[in-house]
Structures are given as structure tokens and as C-alpha cells.
């Protein structure tokens, strides 16, 4: 969508795929590391980690988190904690997507989500960053997790939400703030 806008955003946008997410954020961590830009410059970071699936029970949430019963329009933003500016960017372009923004997974803390996934070795670079996820679900790191179980109209409202989001990021006057130490009374 960006390639093929004539009009372009005011700042560059990188797109990046992660190695290695299951072996410990290995490629996040790095590129946080050795970053192509200066991380100082880096507005926001959108992770992109399970879009394509509705939540649903499954061993690994039974008992420990309630799941909404109807997830077919919901998407789940985790990191809000750390950057309300970016949170309000999302919720406002999602006026013309109509997803449920949920999230509950900054507040539910049984699964520990918010280390697991590449957003996380940003945050520590003070980098806006959140994880999109559509949630658990049964074939969660199973073989069983197949592209015919993807929700392909659903992914593509994310992505829609993504790139109107992502084009507010890079043309915003002021970057997302980055809050380091939420809910403290020292954060600024």
C-alpha cells in the first residue's frame, strides 16, 4: 500500500522480519542492538505476531485468562502502558477500520505476554513499540496452526489499521511519547 501510494510520508518506514522469536526475541534483540536507523529516531514499532486467528480456549489460557466470547473482530494492543500517544494514534485511525481494540493483556499479567513476543527489545530502547495479537487459540505452536484457519478479511482489517496508523506515526508533528516507567508518579 505504501509502494503503490504516490503520495508518500514524511519519514522513511521500515519493514523488518524477525529470526529466531521462539529461541529468545534473537532478531529483535539484535536489530535493537544494531539498529539500521538510530533507535532515537524510531517513532513507533508495530509487532506483527498471530493476526490471522480468533481467540479461543485452549490448555494454555484455561483458567488463567478470561477470553471474550465473540473475538471474530478483535484485536488485542499490548504495550499501552508505555505509550498512550501511540494507543490514542491506533484507536483514532480505527475509526475507519471498526475493529475491537482490546487490551486487557496490559492488565492480565497469568501469561506473562507482554516479554514474549520481538516488540519487547524496543521497549527497552524506550521505543514505542506494541504487540498485535489476535489471541490464543487451540493450534497455538501446534502443526495444527494451518493457513486454512486463517481469518484472511479479518487480517486484512489489521493491516488496513496498521497502515493508516503507521502513515499517522510517520507524519505526526510529535512522536508517540514513550513513557519508561508507567504507572509510577515519576513518568514523564
Not at 535493537?32 to 508495530?46: D, E, F, G, Q, Y
Not at 485511525?93 to 501469561?111: C, T
Not at 505452536?141 to 510517520?170: C, G, N, R, V
Not at 507524519?171 to 514513550?178: G, V, W, Y
Amino acid at each position: 500500500a505504501f509502494a503503490t501510494n504516490p503520495v508518500k510520508p514524511k519519514r522513511s518506514i521500515l519493514f523488518v522480519v524477525f529470526a529466531a522469536e521462539e529461541r529468545g526475541l534473537l532478531g529483535a534483540f539484535y536489530l535493537a542492538a544494531h539498529p539500521v536507523r538510530p533507535l532515537t529516531t524510531t517513532r513507533a514499532m508495530i509487532n506483527f505476531d498471530m493476526i490471522g486467528r480468533d481467540e479461543k480456549p485452549s490448555p494454555q489460557t484455561d483458567g488463567l485468562i478470561d477470553i471474550p466470547a465473540d473475538t471474530s473482530n478483535r484485536l488485542n494492543l499490548i504495550g499501552a502502558a508505555y505509550s498512550p500517544d501511540y494507543q490514542k494514534t491506533v484507536a483514532k485511525a480505527n475509526g475507519d477500520v471498526g475493529l475491537v481494540l482490546d487490551d486487557r493483556f496490559d492488565h492480565e499479567y497469568a501469561l506473562n505476554v507482554f516479554f514474549r513476543s520481538d516488540q519487547f527489545p524496543f521497549v527497552l530502547h524506550n521505543v514505542p513499540a506494541f504487540w498485535w495479537f489476535t489471541g490464543f487459540h487451540p493450534d497455538y505452536h501446534h502443526p495444527s496452526d494451518t493457513a486454512e484457519k486463517i481469518d484472511y478479511p479479518k487480517m486484512a482489517k489489521i493491516l488496513k489499521l496498521a497502515y493508516l496508523s503507521t502513515w499517522q506515526f510517520a507524519n505526526e508533528a510529535t512522536p508517540p511519547r514513550f513513557v519508561s516507567h508507567p504507572g509510577s508518579q515519576s513518568a514523564p
